[in-house]
């Protein structure tokens, strides 16, 4: 059984940064892709960003594009979301998933994690 466990939200102020971590266990990333999704109150799940395991090529929703950066570690077998110049629209609840191929639809993700909330004051 896979378990994705997020990690790394919290509060911030309106232009700071925060590192939210996706850590699989029951196998590792090694042939899939990954992706992080948000879900603000009322709103449907979005794409923000992800990453193919082998290759490592990223992809990003236009919105983050330049402030937020996905990177994995291939030892801890761990997805990162470097996210800077947070914005209050980025408020949300994060959730990190995995799946055969990088997609923007979360329907096509088979595992998900249980999501970390990240709060941006302004």
């Known amino acids: 059984q896979v378990q994705l466990v997020e990690s790394g939200g919290g509060l911030v102020q309106a232009g700071g940064s925060l590192r939210l971590s996706c850590a699989a266990s029951?196998?590792?990333?090694?042939?899939?892709?990954v992706g992080w999704f948000r879900q603000a109150p009322g709103k449907e799940r979005e794409f923000v960003a992800g990453?193919?395991?082998?290759?490592?090529?990223?992809y990003y929703t236009d919105s983050v594009k330049g402030r937020f950066t996905i990177s994995r570690d291939n030892a801890k077998n761990t997805v990162y979301l470097q996210m800077n110049s947070l914005k209050p629209e980025d408020a949300a609840v994060y959730f990190c998933?995995?799946?055969?191929?990088?997609?923007?639809?979360?329907?096509?993700?088979?595992?998900w994690g249980q999501g970390t909330q990240v709060t941006v004051s302004s």
């Open positions: 998933a995995s799946g055969p191929r990088l997609t923007t639809y979360p329907n096509e993700y088979a595992y």
């Open positions: 029951g196998r590792t990333f090694s042939g899939y892709a």
């Open positions: 990453i193919r395991w082998s290759s490592g090529n990223p």
